[in-house]
């Protein structure tokens, strides 16, 4: 995302313009910050806030068609995918266990990390050209799974956060059930830019970050189809969220989430105009740089991200570029601090890993301002190289 006003502050490269100038959700948050009981009280004040939190459940449930009573609201995330990987899980007083982690090359690092599993107990399979899974590749390792040991957990995500590139996760869907395995979906990229819904047998266990659908940061979700099995917890303490992560709930930031949930829902009415003015973006990356290189293109994409590289440029060298001129872009994933290095998701698609991109992530209040500045920061960072060259 990239924004026309200088000096800062400017939009976060991270954040869905439409959903953070809407007023639904600091409104709701300033509510909840008036609200200083504990939800866990019984009494009135107490119970006043239980309402916030029950409200803000059943929006996020809403969004991807799913139980409100199956959420479970925690600090973002990463913490959802820690709480997930692990091998060992509870159904009813009795345990189940997951033997091994199959997670795709292509994912986030809070997937890849494997969270709970030990690393000689975590298999990675591939991706193709284009972004896509190996379908091929995956059914092959779960077909030499062995299940005297425990069933297998697959982790994916459903849309890449650096290329945008979608996962067929239906067929994932398809290949884990038949071998009896337990689907993890990353829906962090995907939620409020593609229909999500559980009660179609889309996954077991969605993970929901907040400010990714442009609530607050430091609140996320667990989303299951069902709570008859679900995985130790990783934070234990009182009874909070049904004993399945201990500690008084973030009220504020929770009830801002199910605001920015709402707003979401509502926007994916309208998110092919996004897709328009990305390709809109596209195209003046291809005449202003004929041979940069666009990821993810011969897949489906989520309508609010390209990726690309300029060949001779580095991606912090283009980044700072744009950044003087008043356009906030990420390399690679912003969620990694500081990142200017190798993307593991291109170096997974066959690219050469020293090659550095550029993510451009846009939203409904993108504006054809914000497109012509873009325009102008690449034709002079394109001006700049062309004379390097001349020079050389």
């Known amino acids: 995302m990239f924004s026309s006003k200088r000096p800062p502050p400017r939009p976060n490269p991270h ?3 439409r959903a953070r100038l809407g007023a639904a959700r600091p409104a709701a948050m300033i509510a909840a910050l008036d609200t200083a009981a504990n939800p866990s009280s019984v009494h ?76 000689a107990q975590v298999t990675h399979f591939g991706i193709d050209a284009d972004g896509v899974v190996r379908l091929d590749a995956l059914a092959a390792a779960l ?12 982790a994916i995500h459903a849309a890449n956060n650096e290329t945008g590139v979608i996962q067929p996760v239906g067929r994932v869907a398809e290949i884990v059930k038949a071998v009896g395995g337990i689907l993890v979906v990353d829906a962090v990229q995907a939620a409020g830019r593609i229909p999500l819904d559980m009660s179609a047998g889309y996954a077991d266990y969605l993970i929901l970050s907040s400010h990714k659908i442009g609530g607050p940061k430091g609140v996320g979700a667990i989303i299951a189809a069902s709570d008859l099995m679900m995985p130790r917890p990783l934070i234990a303490g009182g009874g909070q969220e049904k004993g399945h992560r ?32 990305r390709d809109e973006i596209e195209a003046i990356v291809k005449t202003l740089v004929p041979d940069a290189e666009i990821f993810g293109t011969g897949a489906p ?8 590289a300029i060949a001779g440029i580095k991606a912090v060298t283009a980044q700072i570029a744009f950044d003087l001129a008043g356009v906030a872009l ?28 550029l993510r451009v992530s846009i939203g409904h209040a993108t504006s054809a ?23 050389a």
Not at 44 to 67: K, M, P, Q
Not at 249 to 273: C, M, Q, V
Not at 375 to 384: K, Y
Request: proline share 3%; charged share 20%; glycine share 10%.
């Open 15 to 17: 954040t869905p313009p």
């Open 44 to 119: 009135a004040e107490g119970r006043a806030a239980r309402r916030l939190i029950e409200n803000a459940r059943r929006d996020v449930a809403a969004l991807v068609n799913a139980s409100a009573q199956h959420v479970v609201f925690t600090s973002g995330a990463t913490e959802a995918a820690s709480t997930l990987l692990t091998p060992d899980w509870q159904m009813g007083r009795g345990t189940v266990r997951m033997s091994r982690l199959y997670v795709c090359e292509a994912d986030h690092t809070c997937l890849l990390n494997g969270g709970r599993f030990p690393a």
């Open 143 to 154: 077909a030499a799974h062995d299940k005297a040991d425990g069933l297998p957990l697959v």
């Open 246 to 277: 201990g500690g008084t709930e973030n009220l504020a930031a929770i009830a801002g989430f199910g605001a920015a949930a709402r707003e979401a829902l509502i926007g994916l009415k309208s998110i092919d105009a996004i897709g328009s003015r």
């Open 301 to 308: 994409r989520l309508a609010n991200t390209t990726f690309f």
């Open 330 to 357: 990420s390399a690679g994933s912003a969620c990694s601090s500081g990142k200017v290095g190798p993307s593991h998701v291109l170096k997974a698609m066959g690219y050469n890993d020293s090659l550095g991109a």
């Open 369 to 391: 301002e914000d497109i012509e500045l873009f325009r102008t920061a690449l034709a002079g960072i394109a001006s700049r190289r062309a004379g390097r060259e001349e020079a």
